[in-house]
């Protein structure tokens, strides 16, 4: 590969593709004849490993996903010369080493497509508290296995109604979670942000701000994680934190794996510190077969609501995903740069959002 190149790092769909999976690496988010037209070639694969590092070295443009992430560490960016664009069809840039691009001066721009599976994973978070409360997917196995066994769920079952609920992140994914779980009529809705919501926005929602996320982990029964991965965040929810959440609170993590430490995450369910713990982020990806969720139980042999990393890859979210990398290019290929500014994480090598951490030097690029 030379300059002009664009290669993509996606999900492979193999036995399972359809026309519609438009995020596989086969259909390559359906833009195979738009970057041709723009005369660049693309390479689109699912593989992430060192077979890949030569396409690295030579690609222009990166296209990659937070469902099969090819890890962008400062190695592969020293070695991508003739990189300029990081696109990331989704949400979440942190498999791309954002602060070595910053500190390195070079002219690299990231980019997301902010908002396009924000809906899709909000709802399953309200999917995956309320299978915890619920005791729900032990109760589907014990009707699937013939059984008939109401005390077995019924004594770790519980409604939502009256349950304190909080937030870790309070953006777009958060906001959408409090907004979905306000008719619930729970005790209360609590929020941890260093950007606090709008008066508006907050009132709405009937949200209470806390100052400290061990604020809100000692006064919630279910808390949920919406913040991006970054240095801030890396193993917040570890032994520490979790000896100061309710005994026998609720935990659940759309946002990313590495934001809990996974063994303490899974002793803290056995012990009973924690009632049950559910999502669909991981670290690493794939998971290991051995990772400490793909077994984590509560003292019932229950309280796991773990799939794998789908919230985000419906074929709603894929739709949306797919236009959007396709409109990051139309602005790239174009000279204009004129992307929506929501989009961008890192405008030539410059940090363009407070999400990434509450220390960064932002520009505007309104
Ligand atoms: P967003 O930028 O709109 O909101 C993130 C919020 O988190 C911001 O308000 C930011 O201030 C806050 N935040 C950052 N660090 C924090 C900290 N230490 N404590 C409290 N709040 C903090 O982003 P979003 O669209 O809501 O997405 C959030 C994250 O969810 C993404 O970065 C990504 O990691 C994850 N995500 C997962 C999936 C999935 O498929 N599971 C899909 C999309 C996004």
Redesign the pocket.
């Known amino acids: 590969m030379s300059a002009g190149k664009i290669l993509a790092v996606l999900f492979k769909g193999g036995e399972y593709n359809t026309p519609k999976l438009l995020g596989s690496a086969e259909n390559a988010l359906g833009l195979k004849k738009f970057i041709q037209e723009h005369n660049r070639s693309i390479f689109s694969t699912s593989d992430k490993g060192p077979e890949i590092d030569d396409y690295i070295k030579e690609a222009e443009v990166i296209i990659s996903t937070?469902?099969n992430p090819v890890y962008i560490s400062k190695e592969r960016i020293d070695s991508a010369k003739n990189l300029k664009l990081l696109i990331t069809a989704?949400?979440?840039?942190?498999h791309v080493d954002l602060d070595h691009i910053n500190k390195s001066g070079r002219d690299i721009s990231v980019l997301e497509v902010?908002?396009s599976?924000?809906t899709?994973?909000a709802e399953?978070v309200v999917l995956t508290i309320l299978s915890l409360v619920k005791n729900f997917i032990p109760a589907h196995q014990n009707a699937m296995e013939g059984g008939w066994d109401i005390a077995k769920i019924s004594r770790d079952a519980y409604d939502l109604e009256g349950k304190v609920v909080g937030t870790?992140?309070?953006?777009?994914?958060?906001?959408k979670v409090l907004e979905r779980l306000y008719p619930f009529k729970t005790k209360e809705l609590l929020y941890?942000?260093?950007?606090p919501l709008s008066e508006e926005l907050r009132s709405k929602v009937d949200a209470r701000r806390v100052d400290s996320?061990e604020e809100l982990v000692a006064q919630s029964d279910i808390v949920t994680i919406?913040?991006?991965?970054?240095a801030?965040?890396k193993s917040?929810v570890n032994k520490e934190l979790l000896s100061k959440f309710k005994p026998g609170a609720l935990l659940v993590n759309?946002?990313?794996g590495a934001i809990c430490n996974a063994q303490d995450v899974a002793d803290a369910v056995k012990s009973g510190q924690l009632r049950g713990y559910g999502?669909?982020?991981w670290y690493p990806q794939p998971a290991p077969k051995d990772h400490p969720w793909r077994t984590l139980s509560n003292q019932y042999g229950d309280g796991n609501a773990m799939t794998p990393?789908?919230?985000?890859?419906n074929l709603d979210a894929q739709a949306r995903y797919a236009l959007g990398v396709k409109n990051i290019l139309q602005s790239y290929f174009s000279g204009k740069f004129d992307y929506r500014p929501q989009d961008v994480i890192l405008l030539h090598g410059q940090y363009a959002?407070?999400?990434?951490?509450?220390d960064k030097e932002v520009v505007d690029v309104n």
């Not at 989704?90 to 942190?94: A, E, K, L, R, T």
């Not at 870790?168 to 906001?175: E, M, N, P, Q, S």
């Not at 959002?353 to 509450?358: F, P, R």
């Open positions: 937070p469902f989704g949400v979440g840039s942190d902010t908002g599976n924000t899709s994973v399953h870790i992140g309070a953006g777009r994914i958060g906001y941890y942000d260093y950007q996320i919406n913040a991006p991965l970054h801030g965040t917040l759309t946002a990313r999502g669909d982020v990393h789908v919230s985000g890859a959002t407070k999400a990434y951490g509450s």
